[in-house]
């Protein structure tokens, strides 16, 4: 059974780790009755570089295909606001102490066709 939902993109502003801890934030916030917590990953794949967030709920597994739909959905709704509109909704949360920053992580990746590495990161 899978541990959770990975999100893998690239920001249209190159490695905006502000955006990335936006969108991880407030996305996590949209759910939070499923207790939603978050991991950020700034992975370098033979030079190319990518952010992953892997969303992590007991309600976010295989078993539940539906919520898992709703997060993704959510996240893209979020994806396209415009940067300011999503950077004030994450400043005012984190204003008022609702969400804090989580510490962005950096890992080097290899092509491997049989397994899936964001398991290994956490």
């Known amino acids: 059974m899978e541990k959770g939902l ?3 993109f690239q920001t249209a502003d190159g490695m ?14 949209d759910f939070r009755n499923m ?16 952010f992953r967030i892997l969303f ?6 295989d078993l539940h295909p539906e919520e898992r ?7 893209d709704e979020n994806a396209r606001m415009s940067y300011g509109e999503i950077m ?6 984190k204003a008022r102490g609702i969400i804090v920053d ?3 992580k950096e890992v080097r990746e290899e092509y491997d066709l049989w ?6 990161y956490i």
């Not at 207790?35 to 990953?41: A, L, R, V």
């Not at 992590?56 to 597994?61: A, I, P, V």
């Not at 397994?115 to 290994?120: A, L, R, V, Y």
């Open 35 to 50: 207790d939603i917590k978050y991991n950020i990953f700034l992975v370098d794949l033979y030079g190319q570089k990518y």
């Open 102 to 104: 989580r510490p962005i």
């Open 69 to 75: 739909k709703r997060v993704r959905e959510k996240f």
């Open 115 to 120: 397994e899936d590495p964001i398991w290994q």
């Open 6 to 8: 990975e999100i893998a």
């Open 88 to 93: 004030k909704i994450y400043h005012d949360l």
């Open 16 to 29: 905006d780790e502000a955006l990335v801890q936006a969108l991880a934030g407030v996305t996590a916030y």
């Open 56 to 61: 992590l709920s007991k309600k976010l597994t």
